[in-house]
């Protein structure tokens, strides 16, 4: 699979201080791995990661990143709702604001 072709998915951790952070990856267990190994992002790195808590397919990269921007303003309630609508059997792809 070429990298234009590759899917991304954004992803979301639960860190040890209960917040979530948002992320993008083509991998989300190799990512989530490299989180828990202190190798991820520095937010991360200061907070550790309890769970991987929800990932959903974008498609481009281009896409998982515009969904990335948007999802990281919103406040954690915002996220926690995102994730319950992730799980519905209607929901195709990521949502956007």
């Keep these: 699979m070429s990298k234009a ?8 951790i639960e860190c040890d201080d209960g917040s979530l952070y948002t992320g993008i990856t083509t991998d989300v ?5 490299e ?4 190798k991820g992002a520095r937010y991360t790195r200061m907070k550790k990661p309890v769970r991987l808590v929800g990932f959903r397919e974008c498609g481009s990269r281009s896409e ?7 999802l990281k303003k919103q406040p954690k309630q ?4 995102w994730l319950i609508a992730w ?4 929901s195709q792809s990521a949502p956007y604001l």
Excluded at 29 to 33: K, M, T, V
Excluded at 35 to 38: L, N, Y
Excluded at 87 to 90: G, K
Aim: charged share 20%; no cysteine; proline share 3%.
């Design 5 to 12: 072709e590759q899917v991304w998915y954004l992803y979301l």
């Design 35 to 38: 989180h828990v190994a202190g």
């Design 87 to 90: 799980s519905t059997p209607t």
């Design 29 to 33: 267990e190799r990512r989530y791995a």
């Design 64 to 70: 998982a990143l515009k969904a990335e921007v948007m």
């Design 78 to 81: 915002a996220k926690q709702q």
